[in-house]
């Protein structure tokens, strides 16, 4: 019976270690291939194949995790692949490395925070008490990438610097090839973030070192051209704060041409904008505009920008304001409008998540280990409990008020486009069918009142219905008609909606407006005095314009602190 076992047991390790090798084997003929090339397939099929036949997840999983580097359009589809082969392992850290590689791809393919972040965050919960040190230190620096996207640049940065203290002495020693490439991937990206982390603090002294190193130590292979790509992009910027802009566009020029080949569109924008910045600094004009244009592009096509970039538009606007071109100065006022609202949104769910999801969950584990450490902790819980009751209670009420007065103010954000006149065209169309009006009596007043909306005269101070209608060539029975059919409101109302929103879209778009007084711009907008605008601004916002114009400085004021 012993022997029956024994023999079992060896011919268990035989099938094992035979399987490993011919995995591995399938892998050494595809290793050398660059990212993205498909070529490698002819080989990575082999091994889905054989993987899936023999119902070996992990292996299955490794092979989902390599085509996602030789796919160049199906990266996500393999990720997704990669995830349900990790899950049927039942294997934590293969499970975590899966969402991982998922966040990647989101990452460094999409440039999509908000998906990316929640991959992180799964992977973060399968591998929080793995003993794969190389896969939590992973997690963390993808966590910290986002931290410094946000603007969290201290708490980035010292993220980076523990991913460099694991990944740098892991680089060299009797461990296998593949570790070693993985960890100096790993060691150059976090130094690659810390230069970035530094420059946003303005910390050039490091950034300087930190880039000669990271140049100095990135190998001069096929393999770490994207790397040694954002060192020659960070000792770019380095240069513009020395004013050594020719050294700064040819350090460019090197830059782009390995980002092109991996298709890394948002450090390709930023390289352009700070190209651009280069080139106006010189005074060529010409070549700075184009290179602004081309990060106005890159955004038209993919919805990314960095926040450190957004003056772009800001050049470009006051370029055209120069050369006395409205159409070009609206266009590009309109594309800065797009980029605010894209970083805005990103912000508030990142931030949000990130907070909630990973930073209060480390401090609670931080909080669970120096209570097992304390004898005393069961008293120390039941204090804190109860004053953080206490303390609850006070910051609900304070919390619930100011939540109240936050979904005000983003209700009022989101009807900011609205003062356009198409807005009502769906609704325009079933109208007519029932109305009474005559149809070329309708299709006059919609071009007048067009107009009169485009023109803003609606900011004119004694306006009435009557005067109106003799301007539109038209009784007042027929106007006020249509205003009640297609305004849904009377006169009156229908025009201090239009200047309420002007308002709104004013204070919060133009920073001279914030400085205005309420009664100015009451009285700029058309209203007779301040009283009455802010009980018709009250009725239709639900806050008072004070109370909006105080949110929209408090919103401004932290957005400078984050960039």
């Not at 694991?166 to 296998?176: A, D, E, R, S």
């Not at 890394?264 to 080139?279: E, H, K, M, T, V």
């Not at 005095?529 to 932290?558: C, D, H, I, T, W």
Request: charge should be positive.
């Amino acid at each position: 019976m012993l022997r029956k076992v024994l023999g079992l047991f060896i011919f268990f390790l035989f099938t094992l270690f035979h399987s490993q090798a011919y995995y591995a084997e399938i892998r050494n003929k595809y290793w050398e291939f660059e990212e993205n090339d498909e070529k490698a397939f002819t080989y990575v099929n082999i091994y889905i194949k054989s993987a899936k036949k023999e119902k070996n997840y992990k292996e299955l999983f490794q092979a989902y995790n390599d085509a996602i580097r030789y796919s160049p359009n199906r990266k996500l589809q393999y990720a997704d692949s990669s995830v349900t082969a990790a899950h049927l392992s039942k294997d934590p850290d293969i499970i975590g490395n899966a969402y991982l590689a998922k966040g990647s791809v989101y990452y460094f393919t999409h440039r999509k925070f908000k998906p990316a972040l929640h991959e992180y965050l799964k992977a973060y919960k399968y591998l929080e008490n793995s003993d794969d040190q190389f896969l939590k230190e992973r997690n963390l620096y993808y966590i910290g990438t986002v931290k410094s996207y946000l603007g969290y640049y201290s708490e980035a940065a010292e993220i980076f610097r523990k991913s460099i203290a694991f990944f740098k002495p892991n680089t060299k020693g009797n461990i296998h090839p593949n570790l070693i490439f993985n960890n100096r991937k790993g060691y150059l990206n976090a130094l690659h973030q810390l230069i970035v982390c530094e420059q946003a603090t303005g910390d050039y002294k490091n950034a300087v070192l930190h880039t000669v190193q990271g140049l100095k130590e990135t190998p001069a292979t096929n393999d770490f051209e994207q790397e040694r790509s954002y060192f020659y992009k960070t000792k770019g910027i380095n240069e513009i704060h020395q004013k050594n802009y020719d050294g700064a566009i040819s350090d460019f020029n090197k830059s782009i041409t390995g980002l092109k080949k991996v298709n890394d569109f948002s450090w390709i924008s930023a390289i352009n904008y700070y190209s651009g910045l280069s080139y106006q600094n010189k005074g060529d004009f010409k070549q700075a505009v184009a290179k602004y244009k081309a990060v106005d592009s890159i955004f038209a096509k993919h919805q990314f920008i960095f926040p450190q970039t957004r003056k772009n538009y800001e050049e470009l606007i006051d370029y055209y304001k120069k050369q006395n071109d409205p159409q070009q100065e609206l266009f590009y006022t309109k594309q800065l409008l797009k980029v605010d609202s894209v970083l805005t949104n990103d912000f508030k769910y990142l931030a949000n998540r990130i907070h909630r999801e990973y930073d209060t969950k480390e401090l609670l584990q931080a909080q669970a280990k120096l209570e097992n450490k304390n004898s005393f902790s069961e008293k120390l819980v039941i204090i804190l409990s109860i004053t953080l009751l206490i303390l609850g209670g006070l910051v609900f009420y304070w919390f619930k008020t100011k939540k109240d007065l936050q979904k005000k103010y983003n209700h009022i954000l989101s009807e900011l486009d609205s003062v356009r006149p198409e807005v009502i065209q769906a609704e325009e169309k079933n109208i007519e069918k029932v109305s009474k009006l005559d149809a070329a009596v309708i299709k006059n007043l919609k071009e007048k009142f067009k107009e009169f909306e485009k023109s803003k005269r609606f900011l004119e101070k004694g306006l009435t219905a009557g005067r109106l209608a003799a301007e539109f060539e038209t009784n007042a029975t027929y106007f006020s008609q249509f205003v009640s059919e297609f305004k849904d409101s009377n006169f009156n109302t229908y025009l201090n909606n239009l200047r309420i929103k002007y308002a709104v879209d004013q204070i919060y778009n133009h920073k001279e407006w914030r400085k205005y007084s309420v009664e100015d711009i009451a009285l700029a907008c058309g209203f007779s005095n301040r009283q009455s605008f802010s009980n018709f601004f009250y009725e239709q916002n639900g806050m008072r314009p004070a109370e909006f114009l105080k949110k929209r400085n408090e919103e401004v004021q932290a957005e400078r602190k984050i960039g």
